[in-house]
């Protein structure tokens, strides 16, 4: 699907016409340089963007945080990382710290692992690092969740202790096992 053609059936759809201010008039060169997939995903991240603004201005902060935890929480089960290396925590940090660069502390007689997130930009494909407010990093609080409750076999409570998208160099969580 080209360029046009996307917008077109994003507008009749009822998709806002905001994507063409967003996209921009393109021009043969555009067009040919930046493929369809790109232009869908920039969009998919600006509406989202949008929807969690309108959303968290409007609702409840309780009320959003658990919609975006269930949320997160879908995502950990659709990768299925932490159902893999039930009952082998240790397992489960090593292939973590190799496929993203996230560390781990565990103190094991307190029962909290502390999740350091590598520095950079945001790992979630659907962040626009310029508009994604910061109450997206509740999605992430639910994917530890999930990843932590089929790692450990029983329930565990996490919270956000910093934030990319609030401005911090990284993401650090701290999961504390029920």
Not at 23 to 35: D, H, M, R, T
Not at 115 to 132: H, I, S
Request: aromatic fraction near 8%.
């Amino acid at each position: 699907m080209d360029r046009k053609e996307f917008l077109k059936s994003a507008c009749g759809l009822g998709v806002c016409g905001c994507a063409v201010s967003l996209l921009g008039a393109a021009s043969p060169l555009q067009a040919a340089e930046a493929p369809a997939e790109d232009q869908r995903l920039a969009f998919a991240r600006y509406q989202l963007a949008k929807l969690l603004g309108f959303m968290a201005a409007g609702a409840p902060a309780e009320a959003c945080a658990g919609i975006l935890e269930n949320t997160g929480r879908e995502c950990a089960k659709l990768g299925q990382l932490g159902a893999r290396f039930k009952g082998d925590p240790e397992g489960y940090f090593a292939a973590a710290r190799k496929t993203w660069g996230t560390d781990f502390a565990w103190d094991k007689r307190k029962g909290v692992v502390t999740v350091a997130v590598a520095e950079g930009d945001c790992g979630c494909p659907l962040v626009d690092k310029r508009r994604t407010p910061a109450v997206w990093c509740n999605c992430s609080v639910g994917y530890q969740k999930e990843s932590f409750e089929a790692i450990f076999g029983r329930s565990v409570h996490a919270r956000l202790k910093e934030s990319k998208l609030s401005g911090a160099k990284r993401c650090v969580f701290e999961v504390s096992l029920s």
